[in-house]
């Protein structure tokens, strides 16, 4: 259908060129505008003079013969034009005919537009090309009679629709055929087109509404537009199976809901909405056609028109609102719709001006031609629109997701970091039962064997343990510790007993004052490294001097244990964790995240390394 619409389009064009190329290939045709008519239901023309009489082409019947309805004989004379190739076939050519017609050339009936009784058959809107015989026509003196069947102005709700018979038009086919297309693609073919692509534009419209029920105004326009596309039938359907009373109130009545529509879709875009506005649109669909029916077929054209005008204040207090609203609420807006609104108003005031006889009819149908092409125009800005507002919610959306992400992983940090911090609570709660336990109950039995035990070794032993036992309790409860006052800790415990067991001790430290902490697991697992390195030395090396060097650097502090003993046997030689506890040194420094190096060699004594992070 889209694409029948667009070819249509495209054939407006291409007619007006035919046109031109035709005029000037050709001489003008036989222009007939002087006619001798009879009004009446008569079989054929009427011979009498008295029942004749002579008008100036085109009739319009609202002017020269005001309220009647019913009959019109038409006749007129003519010679064949002058220099005509006999080989050529002559044509009629009727731009304007309402609302049906029959031909008769020179007595014979040579053309009828349908039927010529109630149903009529309309063709008010289609122009007419009549071929006539070569076999029926006279060099001169034709008698060209044309019949014409059609509605007093006062019995249509439109002056287009009243009946009347424009200037008449003798000429070769080939050149009237192209005045012929030209005028059918203006005045129905580009209607059909034009309603097509409403049609299609209404039922998007009206989808978009189906995904989006919050957007009323896309189903107040997509209403519309499908509205208006069933509304042009009057246009081009011509055979209706309906009298002519009945068609023109179901077409003037229809107005109603079209204009409920405009209104609608004017307030709510503008974001408006009353409750009696609607109401009173919604009686007004009910009132208009109950009015067109109690003012009967004889007074169509003025319940019409009266109808006409107040829908048309109607539309215009609407379009008011509407640019009001959209200048504080969406200045970008404005402008476009100023033009389209500013347009459709001189349309419609056009259209008042030709029903009130202001204007003569025009050749293009307005309202069913212009009109539409500006409700095209509103529909390309809602798609523009609504196409940047999907690109806005496409970039939000993704934004959105972005940062629901990070969100979410903040989340999981946060849920992470809350369960270790659990886990640490709940541990350090256990650390301090189990320090508790040893303090109060190990511990007491241990000082208590000190105090009381006849034999030396095992009050020794008690006492060693007791000292453990509180490290292992200090590691479990214990504060940071100041590192200055860890390494003033170790030194004296080292010094003294390398002293008791002969061996001459050199402690040196960082001079500067450090005001580094030390947690008191890495204390405890530091102060166990140094003690088993110095009984190493005691027990095994031999050495008579032991040298200790303490570093502290940003992030890391490093002992250095060197002593001038024996050094570890060949027999051990890569496989000194084996034995003298060098592996439980190096596990200590590996659960700290440091490192315990040895170096060692037979006869030139141990060389221990040890770095742990602050």
Not at 130 to 154: C, E, F, M, R, Y
Not at 165 to 192: D, F, K, M, Y
Not at 340 to 347: E, P, R
Not at 439 to 448: F, I, N, P, Q, S
Request: aromatic share 8%; net charge neutral.
């Amino acid at each position: 259908m889209l694409t029948r619409a667009l070819w249509l389009l495209l054939r407006i064009g291409l007619a007006a060129w035919l046109v031109a190329a035709a005029g000037a290939a050709s001489a003008a045709p036989l222009v007939i505008s002087q006619a001798l008519t009879a009004a009446g239901d008569f079989g054929r023309f009427p011979e009498e003079a008295a029942a004749t009489r002579e008008v100036t082409l085109p009739d319009d019947w609202s002017r020269s013969r005001p309220r009647h309805d019913g009959s019109v004989w038409y006749r007129v004379g003519f010679d064949l034009p002058a220099g005509t190739p006999p080989e050529q076939l002559l044509a009629l050519y009727i731009e304007r005919v309402c609302t049906n017609f029959e031909v008769i050339l020179n007595g014979r009936r040579i053309h009828s537009g349908g039927h010529m009784a109630e149903p009529l058959t309309r063709s008010c809107h289609y122009p007419q090309l009549i071929t006539l015989p070569a076999a029926w026509l006279n060099a001169q003196g034709n008698v060209l009679d044309v019949h014409v069947k059609g509605s007093a102005v006062q019995r249509v709700a439109a002056r287009q629709r009243a009946a009347g018979l424009s200037a008449l038009q003798v000429g070769l086919q080939t050149e009237l055929a192209a005045l012929h297309a030209e005028r059918l693609l203006w005045n129905v073919q580009s209607v059909q087109a034009v309603s097509v692509t409403l049609l299609v534009l209404g039922c998007f419209m009206l989808g978009l509404f189906a995904v989006n029920r919050r957007e009323s105004a896309l189903l107040y326009f997509g209403a519309l537009l499908v509205g208006w596309a069933v509304l042009s039938l009057r246009i081009w359907w011509q055979d209706v199976p309906l009298s002519t009373a009945t068609w023109e109130m179901l077409g003037c009545g229809a107005f109603a809901p079209i204009v409920a529509f405009v209104v609608q879709f004017l307030l709510s875009h503008a974001g408006l909405r009353s409750r009696m506005i609607e109401w009173g649109l919604l009686l007004q669909c009910v009132l208009m056609p109950a009015t067109l029916v109690w003012a009967g077929p004889a007074r169509v054209f003025v319940a019409a028109n009266a109808w006409y005008s107040l829908l048309a204040l109607e539309v215009f207090a609407a379009m008011g609102l509407y640019l009001a609203a959209i200048w504080k609420q969406r200045r970008a807006d404005f402008g476009p719709m100023l033009f389209i609104l500013g347009g459709t108003a001189i349309v419609l005031l056009l259209e008042m001006a030709v029903q009130l006889q202001l204007v003569p009819l025009p050749r293009l149908q307005l309202m069913h031609f212009a009109l539409p092409l500006l409700f095209l125009a509103i529909g390309v800005r809602l798609l523009q629109v609504f196409a940047h507002a999907l690109q806005a919610a496409e970039a939000n959306r993704s934004t959105l997701e972005d940062r629901v992400k990070e969100i979410t992983a903040e989340i999981e940090r946060n849920f992470a970091q809350l369960s270790e911090l659990r886990v640490e609570q709940v541990t350090e709660k256990e650390r301090k039962r189990i320090a508790a336990d040893l303090h109060d109950d190990l511990g007491a039995k241990l000082l208590t064997i000190v105090h009381t035990s006849e034999s030396e070794r095992i009050s020794t032993l008690a006492r060693e343990a007791l000292e453990e036992m509180r490290l292992s309790v200090r590691g479990l409860t214990g504060k940071p510790v100041r590192l200055a006052d860890a390494l003033a800790d170790w030194r004296a415990e080292t010094v003294l007993r390398l002293g008791q067991a002969n061996i001459e001790a050199d402690w040196r430290g960082p001079a500067e004052e450090i005001e580094h902490l030390l947690p008191a697991r890495a204390y405890v697992q530091t102060t166990r490294i140094l003690r088993e390195a110095v009984s190493n030395i005691i027990k095994h090396s031999g050495a008579s001097h032991c040298k200790v060097r303490s570093s502290v650097g940003e992030r890391d502090f490093g002992l250095l244990v060197q002593d001038n003993g024996k050094g570890i046997p060949m027999e051990l030689d890569g496989k000194l964790d084996r034995g003298h506890g060098m592996s439980s040194m190096k596990h200590r420094a590996k659960q700290l995240q440091g490192q315990c190096l040895v170096e060692s060699g037979p006869g030139y004594g141990t060389v221990i390394r040890l770095t742990l992070p602050l």
